[in-house]
């Protein structure tokens, strides 16, 4: 439980960090800057799991998320809908983790799992928040699919440095 209130602590500090820098390269070339930085922030949901070695910690992380955005009202103005936008993606991370089977710790895995978790929010904020068209909407969840490959990619990495030096088990 420390672990998952850790990350997702993390996942929702980190943003208004991450955000703004993205938007500094995003924002010329008009892409939105929420799904080009959400594999950075969606990569906790990933490394939770990655850590727990545990069914339902996505879920988990994305629901305490969603609480702690509503309840400090740090980042968004999504208000009740962030339980929706928070915590889906949390789910369906868990999903691809059950559908990956014993691949889901691998760099691929972790890939997968990030892609599906920045897509997921990436599509239900473009479809509940701006309404996008169906071509942008393509467009822009390409660049999130891309963005939380790179993120679960980046949760791998830490969690394999975390299992050498023997921080946590294999």
């Known amino acids: 439980l420390v672990i998952i209130a850790l990350t997702s602590a993390l996942g929702i500090a980190i943003k208004p960090i991450i955000v703004p820098l993205v938007h500094i390269v995003t924002g010329p070339l008009y892409i939105p800057g929420g799904a080009a930085a959400g594999g950075f922030y969606m990569l906790w949901i990933v490394l939770g799991l990655g850590i727990t070695k545990k069914k339902g910690t996505p879920t988990l992380i994305g629901l305490v998320q969603a609480l702690l955005v509503i ?16 915590t889906i993606p949390g789910i369906l991370t868990d999903i691809a983790a059950i559908l990956l089977g014993v691949n889901k710790y ?10 599906t978790a920045n897509i997921t929010g990436t599509f239900l904020s473009s479809l509940v928040f701006f309404r996008l068209p169906l071509i942008p909407m393509l467009l822009v969840l390409c660049v999130a699919a891309l963005s939380g490959g790179l993120g679960g990619l980046i949760a791998y990495k830490i969690v394999r440095q975390l299992e050498k030096t023997d921080i946590i088990k294999q």
């Open 71 to 86: 309840i400090s009202g740090v980042y968004g103005t999504h208000g009740a809908l962030s339980i929706v936008t928070y």
């Open 106 to 115: 691998t760099s691929a895995g972790y890939f997968t799992m990030g892609l």
